[in-house]
């Protein structure tokens, strides 16, 4: 059984910092890709940043030099560090897991994590 399990969602003032962590559990294995999506209300799943195994990060444009994500191999987890949020970040921050082989892959998704930035 895998979880993953996401923390350090909350209220922040624009302009503040907040950071994400997302830890994996379980038999999980062949992990290719970590990253973090996030949901706001009436809107669709995006995007937010990931990291490859190699350590190669992409950032959606709306957050990119304010946000960065890392990653740590051995503890089967990824953060997201935060910095001058603003109320468009508002929403619930989701940890994603991509593993996979050639022939087989799967993904996991945390249970969300809300972050509401107050103008």
């Known amino acids: 059984q895998v979880q993953l399990v996401e923390s350090g969602g909350g209220l922040v003032q624009a302009g503040g910092s907040r950071r994400l962590s997302c830890a994996a559990s379980g038999n999980i294995f062949s992990i290719n890709v970590m990253a973090w999506y996030r949901q706001a209300p009436g809107k669709q799943r995006e995007l937010v940043a990931s990291i490859t195994s190699g350590g190669s990060t992409n950032y959606a444009d709306s957050v990119k030099g304010r946000f960065t994500i890392s990653g740590d191999n051995a503890k089967n987890a990824v953060d997201l560090q935060m910095s001058s949020l603003k109320p468009e970040d508002t929403a619930v921050y989701y940890c994603?897991?991509?593993?996979?082989?050639?022939?087989?892959?799967?993904?996991?998704w945390g249970q969300g994590t809300q972050v509401t930035v107050s103008s």
């Open positions: 994603n897991v991509a593993t996979g082989s050639w022939h087989w892959s799967r993904a996991y």
